[in-house]
């Protein structure tokens, strides 16, 4: 009896040994008080943002590379690299002039050189780089910190282009610049207030960045992508949890301190627990949009894209994807984002009230006559199968006769980029989501340029609408600006590119003792303090 | 038996030929596209085309086949489309967590259900036996996800006594990379104790009718044993079959599980590149696994010989 109680006291004391190790091993990852663990939308895959128009290798960039302009909370350029800029009385030549102890992570100085490789590689792949580059007579170094932009005529968004945080322009040292546009970089040395700590990365599981001790923010104040930059933790590391209820108990028991884009669905939850806080750093939000395929009937008639404004009602949309009615306007007619400089609401009339008759109108007079309508359905991503299953209903409610056709994300992004017939290799409808500044202006938001055979899957075609979107970009008066602007929705509400089909933001979830989140669009790191 | 042997390890060659050729075809007859995916939700038809060209995957089906034949007879398996590194330095990269989870599970599994097992068929009918069979059902019928779930609520986040996920290399911290498996090895580790405790029950059962089993009783030999040294030493064999398939099903990658407790195993990488279309990859992994799975069960045969020496090669 002595033996087995003996026996039995020695094994609860080992139960509490193992017990005290395990909670050790727990408290351990606290101690790293300066580490900000963020739990990211995706896995970073692709290092070179521009080389891919991934949202997460954009994230990256802004990390570890500086660049020459940031947009301010009211989407003003302003210098971030450079210290000032002239330009000439005719607007023709911009002298720029870089800021003192610009340095890259490697110890090297920034200077001109570097600036115009990086541009001459970014506007070969970036549409609004492009557009810049079709304008410009020549880029020259003038010295190690100066550099002149010559326009063949005169262009009003020159600095908006080089301060767009989407698809922006990274600067990179020269060697790495000048990499082939259509080949990944090989070298990640930015000049920004993170380092890449390539020999850290592990894929599908962990990036880490360090802070960069030399990097001289700037002295005026912090306002969204413009101002300082300060890092104020030493690490931050991205974590790719696939599992959103993982992520989800991961932040509530402390391991991870920043959630970047909760399921919509888990807001109310997160926001009723005291150790989180919920914060929409999204002023403009984003824009879910139904893409019609212009190549094949119905939809090469622009009755047929009509109906679908009176077939879509903004609110159906944003209850099956949302929910919450804090997250979503009610309606927004504005192909530039509601919020933003750009809104317009002219020629928004038929999507504000849901009109079936007028819908089956349209698609009669487009010559519709009961064919299938294929529309590709992501069943993995909730938010894009949600507005799919709004659409399936709106469809047959108006009489058409829907193919829906069930795949995974990857296939979708493979099947829409195709050409061919809907009913073998292509399709009619998909559902896709874009927004913040990029969307909010007609040069960059890449789902309304219509310039056919160029432009993005769906392959939208008016060669009347890229004109005024043309004029749009020359003009530098802002109240000339707004004029040209009207007119362009007026004619987009005419031909549809794509549907909006509802503005909604994507808040983020951080413990309560994370503060400094910069309201900025998209998700950045610096100025966060973690306490 | 050194030339079974040979021939065994002989065997390997067609069987993953075989297996080479049809993840190919499967993969690239499907019509999709990573030069898609990789050029992002933005990108145009042009951007696609441009790195599609830039892949070679604009090449002819059979021209990209023979490329990758060639690489695969001089030992490259290629490098990640996206990743652009090489293919065995990701599978290596994910072959900690995954072996580690599967030798806990395995672990967790032998010690727990071989004398639930026995001792379910050792009181076969009474109350012990159907209390063992019916909570081996349930964990059976639990699904993993769920069993995870709970897991991570009442000991992570109720009693916070261990981590909700993640890995961390025994290299790092050995206690934390204890710390970091508990969870998931009870998750997983129940449904392979359920399974094995199942087959071992009606093994020893089988065996316990046995004419020399009640002659050894006869004779008047201890019932531990008999248990032990009559019964399931000759059970042993198909005991150990049920273990290595579970061993080969484990290191084949448990997307699940990995997937809950967000570790960067082989099951992970395996999936991602599914989604991604990341094809040298999906190859790549098929091809290892495949080759572990056919060698896990030359390890099988051979332990045979060990466990029943009528067995012989």
Known sequence: MKNSRSTFSQAVRYALVAAGVLMAAQAAPAAAQKTLKVVVHADLKILDPVWTTAFISNR?????????????????????????????????????????????????????????ASWNRWNKRDPMGQRLASFTASLEAVDDKTFRLTLKE???????????????????????????????????????????????WRPGNKVVYRKNPDYVPRSDKTDAMAGAKIAKVDRVEWLYIPDHNTSLSALQAGEIDYFEAPPLDFVPMLEKNPRIKVIDIEPLGLQGILRPNFLYPPFNHPKARQALLYMVKQEDYMRAVVGNPKLYKKFCGAFFLCGSDNESSVGSEPLMKQDFEKAKALMKEAGYNGEKIVVLQPTDRAQYNAMTMVTIQMLRKAGLN?????????????????????YETGYHLFHTTHGGPSTANPVSNTWFNSRCEKANPGWACDMELDKLVEDWSRESDRAKRKVILDRIQARAYETVPYVPIGQYTQPIAVRSNISGVLI???????????K | MWSYLIRRILAVIPVMTVVGIVVFLILHLNPNDPAAIIAGDHATAQDIEDIRRRLGLDRPIYIQFVDWVGRLIRGDLGSSIFLERPVLHLILERVEPTLALAISTTIFSVVLAIPLGVLAAWKAGTWIDQVIMAVAVLAFSFPVFLIGYGLVQGLALELDLLPVQGFVSISEDPVRFLAHLVLPTIALGLVYTALLARMTRSTVLEILNEDYIRTARAKGLANGRV???????????????????????????????????????????????????????????????????????????????????RIRY
């Open chain 1, 60 to 116: 990256h960039a802004l990390l570890i590379y500086d660049m020459l302009y940031g947009l301010d909370s009211k989407l003003v350029p302003q210098p971030q690299m450079v210290e000032k800029h002239a330009v000439s009385d005719d607007g023709l030549v911009y002298t720029f002039t870089l800021r003192p102890g610009l340095k890259f992570h490697d110890g090297a100085p920034v200077t001109s050189t570097d600036v115009v």
């Open chain 1, 402 to 422: 829907v193919d829906v056709q069930a795949m995974d994300w990857g296939t979708v992004l493979s099947r829409r980029a195709n050409k061919g017939n809907p």
């Open chain 1, 520 to 530: 900025t669009n998209v998700p950045v790191y610096w100025n966060i303090e973690k």
């Open chain 2, 227 to 309: 248990l032990i040294i009559h019964a399931l030493k000759n059970a042993a064999v198909p005991i150990v079959t049920t273990i290595g398939v579970g061993i080969a099903l484990l290191i084949g990658g448990v997307v699940v599980t990995e997937s809950v407790f967000a570790i960067p195993g082989v099951g992970r990488l395996t999936i991602d590149a599914v989604l991604h279309r990341d094809y040298p990859v999906i190859q790549g992994v098929i091809l290892v696994v495949s080759g572990f799975y056919v060698m896990i069960n030359l390890a099988i045969d051979l332990t045979y010989t060990v466990l029943d020496p």
């Open chain 1, 154 to 200: 005169k262009y009003g968004l020159v600095l908006e282009t080089l301060g767009k945080s989407t698809g922006g322009l990274f600067i990179m040292p020269e060697r790495v610049a000048k990499t082939d546009p259509q080949q990944q970089i090989k070298e990640y040395v930015g000049s920004g207030p993170f380092v890449f700590e390539q020999s850290e």
